[in-house]
Nanobody, 125 residues
Framework: QVQLVESGGGLVQAGGSLRLSCAAS????????MGWFRQAPGKERKFVAAISWSGGSTYYADSVKGRFTISRDNAKNMVYLQMNSLKPEDTAVYSC??????????????????WGQGTQVTVSS
């Protein structure tokens, strides 16, 4: 089992940057594929990015491709989401998630097994 805690959210102007962090507990962090999701008020949770167990492969939603970068540091049990060129439509609660399924490249939130509490990102215009 793994516990996840996000940090790094905040208020930023459009065009700015933020880096979200997700700290994971447990000794087997490298056995979990990781993902970031976001949920805006009144809207469904949406996939943002995923990363493989070693960090060698990544996958992004089209809406963030070229602007966001997911990475991980297995020695520190950390996952990051670097967000650049932020837009007001990026405003949401961002959550990191983990799973141990065979296919790391998952974009459906229901396929992830563990979740953090989320961190608010607000982008002003």
């Amino acid at each position: 089992q793994v516990q996840l805690v996000e940090s790094g959210g905040g208020l930023v102007q459009a065009g700015g940057s933020l880096r979200l962090s997700c700290a994971a507990s447990g000794r087997t962090f490298s056995s979990y594929a990781m993902g970031w999701f976001r949920q805006a008020p009144g809207k469904e949770r949406k996939f943002v990015a995923a990363i493989s167990w070693s960090g060698g492969s990544t996958y992004y939603a089209d809406s963030v491709k070229g602007r966001f970068t997911i990475s991980r540091d297995n020695a520190k049990n950390m996952v990051y989401l670097q967000m650049n060129s932020l837009k007001p439509e990026d405003t949401a609660v961002y959550s990191c998630a983990a799973h141990q399924r065979r296919n790391w490249r998952l974009s459906e939130w229901s396929q992830y097994e563990y979740w953090g509490q989320g961190t608010q990102v607000t982008v002003s215009s």
